[in-house]
């Protein structure tokens, strides 16, 4: 097990544009603003979503996709560098007309209703993603 302490640099509160790619507008806030550790979070609903999940044996993405309005019950991540950059990943769950809830690694493809959002940036504390043998993984060098 590895951590370290945090402290909060900076919070900002806003709202991502309607029809436009969740993912690509967390990476564009991130990119921006250079975040390189901090943590997200939404709210709001998708006209569509696409979400994966990750097969250990495999070592690859399974991505499944709901073209349907559903409202983010939960929408979480992390921000750290992968490759230099600054990279968000994030996790969402979201539920459809019947309640019925679906959720996973939150991926490209999934579109805006309406989004409001937190990302908490953590200044200096730049966090390093590294490849990781056991699980095949891009996780934090700590």
Known sequence: MGYKEVTPKRRLMGRFPHGSDLLQEIN?????????????RIIGAVTKAVFGYYDSESKNYIYISKDEHMEILNCIGNISVKDGKPFPHVHITLADKNGNAYGG??????????????????????????????????????
Request: charged share 30%; no cysteine.
């Open 28 to 40: 564009k806030v991130i990119t921006e603003e250079n975040i390189l550790s901090g943590e997200v």
């Open 105 to 142: 690694h939150l991926m490209e493809g999934t579109k805006v209703f309406a989004a409001e959002f937190v990302i908490v940036d953590y200044g200096d504390s730049k966090l390093e993603r590294v490849y990781d043998e056991t699980t095949g993984l891009q996780l934090w060098d700590i």
